[in-house]
């Protein structure tokens, strides 16, 4: 079974950057589709970033894209969400999810329940 622990959060500035990471252990994240989402106080959980199971395409929400990079270091068996230019409205708690079900390989996914196993979150807050 895979875990999952996401680390890097923390309190920015607006127009600040910072780096999530999400470190697995278990089994390795190259053959899984793995994803990032945020919840921000009293709303849904929302789809920031994702690859499909090959790792050869990525997709974003528009709300983030062009500020935001998925990554994946499979020698290390991580995954990261570079965030740039970051707003107060990006404010919540992010998590890393990776999909253990079968996956198509062109296939990005995109909604929580598409995803299996999840980390237990960090806090990113925007605000000066």
């Known amino acids: 079974q895979v875990q999952l622990v996401e680390s890097g959060g923390g309190l920015v500035q607006p127009g600040g950057s910072l780096r999530l990471s999400c470190a697995a252990s278990?089994?390795?994240?190259?053959?899984?589709?793995v994803g990032w989402f945020r919840q921000a106080p009293s709303k849904e959980p929302e789809f920031v970033a994702a690859f499909n199971w090959a790792g050869t395409s990525s997709d974003y929400a528009d709300s983030v894209k062009g500020r935001v990079t998925i990554s994946r270091n499979n020698a290390k068996n991580t995954m990261s969400l570079q965030m740039n230019s970051l707003q107060p409205e990006d404010t919540a708690v992010y998590y890393c999810?990776?999909?253990?079900?079968?996956?198509?390989?062109?296939?990005?996914?995109?909604?929580?329940?598409?995803?299996?196993?999840w980390g237990q979150g960090t806090q990113v807050t925007v605000s000066s």
């Open positions: 278990g089994r390795t994240l190259s053959t899984y589709a």
């Open positions: 999810a990776v999909r253990t079900m079968s996956s198509y390989s062109g296939t990005i996914y995109r909604n929580k329940s598409d995803y299996n196993i």
